[in-house]
């Protein structure tokens, strides 16, 4: 097993896997009107290069609060 870190700019507050190994992280700035977007992304993640790449985003209102959790179905 090995790890690698990656760098997504934004805060993240909840993540998850599929069954397919796609990681899902949820988050952004909230409300507070930072500049940062709120927003779910989905990645494949590739262990061998150490590296994600992105999938699909939703970006999200920024009169919201950020995702604070996830639930995913695994189909």
Known sequence: MS?????VNVPIYCVGFT?????ILAGGG???RSGVLNKICIYHV???KKTL????EKKLSRDEDA?????LHPT
Do not use: E, Q, V
């Open 3 to 7: 790890n690698f870190s990656y760098s």
């Open 19 to 23: 069954r397919d190994d796609k990681l």
């Open 30 to 32: 909230g409300a507070g």
């Open 46 to 48: 590739d262990p061998t």
């Open 53 to 56: 790449s992105l999938a699909g």
């Open 67 to 71: 995702p604070m959790s996830i639930a």
